[in-house]
C-alpha cells in the first residue's frame, strides 16, 4: 500500500465551485505539506503544517485553506475554485526528527481542472 | 527570502551519454540541496542530496557537486538509460525557512534509445 495517498486522483469542477482534496499517510511523519506543479513553473508550497495544532501559510496561500484532522490526516480546500487553480496537486511528509534535512515522500498527486 | 534558477528546462540526450543539470540559489545561507526526480504520473522522489559543508557526492550514476562561492549546484547523470527520462527537480534549503524547500522549475530530461 502507497504511503501517502491522495483523493480524488483526478477532479474536474465549475468556477464557484467548493472542492476539498484529500491527503492520509501511514509513514507516522509528524510534517505535511500541500504542493502545486504548474508547467513551468515546479512545485511551490501553498500550505504547510508541522503537527495537528500547527499550520502555516505557504508561497501561494490565497484562495486555499487547510485542515489538519489528524496527524495522518491533511486536507487542502478551495472555498471557491478559479479557473487558474486549474493544476497538480501534491501532498507530502517528512518527519522532523530533530533535523530540518528530511527527505520529503510525496503522493501520487491530484490533477484538478476548473472549468 | 531565496530563489532558485534551474537551466536547462529541457535536455534529451542519446543514450549512453551523460546529462547535467545546473542550478543557482540567491540566499548565501542556504546549506541543503536535494534533488528530486518526478517520473511520469507520479509524485516527485529524492535521488540525492548534499549539505553545504561537502563539495560532492556521489551515487552511483549520480553526482551532485556544489560551489557555494558561486552559489551553484549541479546534478550529473552518467551513462544514462531510457529508465532516466523524467522530469528533474533541484531544490534549497535554508536556516530560517522551518525546513521548507523552494524548488526550480524543473528539467525535463529525455533519453533516446
Same mark, same amino acid.
Given at each position: 500500500?502507497?504511503?501517502?495517498?491522495?483523493?480524488?486522483?483526478?477532479?474536474?469542477?465549475?468556477?464557484?465551485?467548493?472542492?476539498? &482534496?484529500?491527503?492520509?499517510?501511514?509513514?507516522?511523519? $509528524?510534517?505535511?505539506?500541500?504542493?502545486?506543479?504548474?508547467?513551468?513553473?515546479? &512545485?511551490?508550497?501553498?500550505?504547510?503544517?508541522?503537527?495537528?495544532? $500547527?499550520?502555516?501559510?505557504?508561497?501561494?496561500?490565497?484562495?486555499?485553506?487547510?485542515?489538519?484532522?489528524?496527524?495522518?490526516?491533511?486536507?487542502?480546500?478551495?472555498?471557491?475554485?478559479?479557473?487558474?487553480?486549474?493544476?497538480?496537486?501534491?501532498?507530502?511528509?517528512? $518527519?522532523?526528527?530533530?533535523?530540518?534535512?528530511?527527505?520529503?515522500?510525496?503522493?501520487?498527486?491530484?490533477?484538478?481542472?476548473?472549468? | @527570502?531565496?530563489?532558485? !534558477?534551474?537551466?536547462?528546462?529541457?535536455?534529451?540526450?542519446?543514450?549512453?551519454?551523460?546529462?547535467? #543539470?545546473?542550478? %543557482?540559489?540567491?540566499?548565501?545561507?542556504?546549506?541543503?540541496?536535494?534533488?528530486?526526480?518526478?517520473? +511520469? @504520473?507520479?509524485?516527485?522522489?529524492? #535521488?540525492?542530496? #548534499?549539505?553545504?559543508?561537502? @563539495? !560532492?557526492?556521489?551515487?552511483?550514476?549520480?553526482?551532485? %557537486?556544489?560551489?557555494?562561492?558561486?552559489?551553484?549546484?549541479? +546534478?550529473?547523470? %552518467?551513462? %544514462?538509460?531510457?529508465?532516466?527520462?523524467?522530469?528533474?527537480?533541484?531544490?534549497?534549503?535554508?536556516?530560517?525557512?522551518?525546513?521548507?524547500? #523552494?524548488?526550480?522549475? @524543473?528539467?525535463?530530461?529525455?533519453?533516446?534509445?
Amino acid at each position: 500500500d502507497a504511503d501517502v495517498t491522495q483523493t480524488p486522483r483526478n477532479r474536474i469542477t465549475k468556477t464557484g465551485k467548493r472542492i476539498m &482534496l484529500e491527503c492520509s499517510q501511514t509513514k507516522g511523519h $509528524d510534517r505535511m505539506y500541500w504542493y502545486r506543479q504548474d508547467p513551468g513553473l515546479g &512545485l511551490r508550497l501553498i500550505y504547510y503544517s508541522f503537527d495537528v495544532k $500547527d499550520i502555516n501559510k505557504g508561497e501561494i496561500s490565497d484562495g486555499y485553506s487547510v485542515s489538519r484532522q489528524a496527524q495522518a490526516k491533511f486536507s487542502l480546500s478551495l472555498e471557491s475554485a478559479i479557473p487558474n487553480q486549474t493544476a497538480l496537486y501534491f501532498c507530502a511528509t517528512s $518527519d522532523s526528527g530533530g533535523s530540518v534535512y528530511n527527505e520529503q515522500f510525496f503522493g501520487p498527486g491530484t490533477r484538478l481542472t476548473v472549468l | @527570502g531565496e530563489n532558485v !534558477e534551474q537551466h536547462p528546462s529541457t535536455l534529451s540526450v542519446q543514450e549512453g551519454d551523460s546529462a547535467v #543539470i545546473k542550478c %543557482t540559489y540567491s540566499d548565501s545561507a542556504s546549506n541543503y540541496f536535494p534533488w528530486y526526480k518526478q517520473e +511520469l @504520473g507520479k509524485g516527485p522522489q529524492l #535521488i540525492i542530496d #548534499i549539505r553545504s559543508n561537502v @563539495g !560532492e557526492k556521489k551515487d552511483q550514476r549520480i553526482a551532485v %557537486t556544489l560551489n557555494k562561492t558561486a552559489k551553484h549546484f549541479s +546534478l550529473h547523470i %552518467t551513462e %544514462t538509460q531510457p529508465e532516466d527520462s523524467a522530469v528533474y527537480f533541484c531544490a534549497a534549503l535554508w536556516e530560517g525557512s522551518q525546513g521548507n524547500l #523552494i524548488f526550480g522549475k @524543473g528539467t525535463k530530461l529525455s533519453v533516446k534509445p
